[in-house]
């Protein structure tokens, strides 16, 4: 089999395996920013176990916290993650990057609520 013929034939096996895109690793020392209608956040993947997020605008602006996360690959360019915020809020959120969306479930006390916002790469 011809060298182009074999690279062409494994690019494509490359690009239809579901374990390929973003994944967990691919975070760290990265910037996301996430948008819910006028609140900003920015998310630094510190570590494969940390992060620092910051409120840019919104009625959060200027809190900020660094939190210890469990991430986990779930399907091609789709990571969940989540962690407990020291006010007690635990976050957990599927993070796709194929359509820029993060799905959030965010738990208090026994009150739960659900949400979704726009995802992008910054840094």
Not at 5 to 23: Q, R, V, Y
Not at 85 to 104: H, P, R, T
Request: proline share 2%; aromatic share 10%.
């Amino acid at each position: 089999m011809k060298p182009l013929l074999l690279s062409t034939i494994l690019f494509f096996l490359a690009c239809s395996d579901k374990t390929t895109g973003i994944k967990p690793a691919d975070l760290v020392n990265k910037t996301l920013e996430y948008t819910y209608g006028e609140s900003i956040y920015h998310v630094l993947f510190d570590s494969d176990s940390t992060m620092h997020w910051e409120a840019m605008a919104g009625d959060e602006k200027g809190i900020k916290a660094n939190e210890t996360y469990l991430a986990e690959h779930v399907g091609e360019n789709k990571i969940f993650i989540t962690w407990s915020e020291e006010n007690g809020i635990g976050v957990s959120q599927l993070l796709d990057f194929e359509k820029g969306i993060v799905y959030n479930h965010l738990i208090k006390g026994r009150k739960i609520s659900t949400g979704s916002g726009k995802i992008k790469l910054i840094q």
